[in-house]
């Protein structure tokens, strides 16, 4: 059968004209995607250096251990949050012949547990001030209520703190506490590791809850480590597990005689070390004390 040659002349022209179409459309949404990748590349880079910035102004906020190494032999800590900022804090002020510090861990990571974390510590700042003498539960009890009225939404809380506050007196030599689901170690002369009495309420979760001051008994020689759950929670090792509370009283029973910032060095390298390759599973902060 003929079949005319002018109409393999227009279906190859179709053809070739719709390919150039496609190659048209092809380019200019390649073009397109490099533009978007471009502003995105440059929004991921504005973001990430808002937030290194941010960080090194929470940093800043971070106390002298010197406050605390001029009272006790020896003092040292670390806060390694997840990312540039989050909401690990340490706590260190005079209060009159006071010297009242503390750890704590706040809702949450990034940015929201930074903005809590830091209200939380101009809060404790503030009763200081108004409070210079008060036991470490009635400031905790004060603070609760202010974050409590702080952050409601509605009739519930939507921040919580967890961790210690202890208040030494320079005139009675008494260290009180108060723990609020506080993480504590207490390394005695003979290498003994026992755990911190606290109780079960948080900070800022309930309106009515109720805290208790408890007296810290230790000798000279000994040592406090409070940490953050980050550390013990972080996965890593072999299998891919939490580094655990076990495991971290078994690094400080064999390096119980290592001054507060060796301590410190130590306790981040064994992080770091079980941690290997994974990713950093939350924020990370301790506090190490020698008596």
Same mark, same amino acid.
């Given at each position: 059968m003929y079949v005319d040659a002018e109409y393999y002349k227009e279906q190859l022209q179709a053809k070739s004209e719709m390919m150039i179409m496609t190659t048209r459309f092809m380019m200019e949404l390649q073009k397109e995607l490099e533009n978007k990748n471009r502003e995105l590349s440059e929004t991921h880079r504005n973001i990430f250096s808002s937030i290194r910035f941010a960080g090194m102004i929470q940093g800043s906020l971070l106390p002298d251990a010197a406050l605390l190494g001029n009272t006790f032999r020896g003092a040292g800590y670390r806060v390694i949050q997840q990312i540039a900022i989050g909401g690990d804090s340490v706590f260190i002020k005079k209060a009159g012949s006071n010297i009242v510090f503390g750890l704590f861990d706040c809702t949450g990571h990034g940015i929201p547990a930074a903005m809590l974390s830091i209200s939380g510590s &101009? %809060?404790?700042?503030? &009763? %200081?001030?108004? %409070? =210079?003498? /008060?036991? =470490? /539960?009635?400031?905790?009890?004060? *603070?609760?209520?202010? *974050?409590?009225e702080t952050f409601r939404n509605y009739s519930n809380s939507i921040a919580h703190m967890e961790g210690s506050l202890f208040c030494f007196s320079a005139e009675t030599r008494k260290l009180s506490y108060c723990g609020a689901h506080a993480k504590g170690l207490h390394i005695s002369n003979d290498g003994a590791v026992t755990e911190l009495v606290s109780g079960n309420n948080a900070i800022g979760e309930e309106q009515e809850s109720e805290f208790e001051s408890l007296e810290f008994m230790y000798k000279p020689g000994e040592t406090l480590v409070l940490y953050s759950d980050g550390l013990t929670d972080q996965f890593g090792g072999e299998h891919n597990k939490k580094f655990t509370r076990s495991r971290l009283k078994k690094v400080l029973a064999e390096h119980a005689d290592e001054e507060a910032e060796v301590l410190c060095r130590t306790i981040e390298e064994a992080h770091r070390e079980w941690k290997n390759a994974n990713e950093q599973t939350d924020d990370v902060s301790f506090l190490v004390i020698n008596f």
């Open positions: &101009l %809060m404790l700042n503030e &009763l %200081m001030t108004l %409070m =210079p003498g /008060a036991e =470490p /539960a009635v400031i905790v009890k004060e *603070l609760n209520t202010r *974050l409590f």
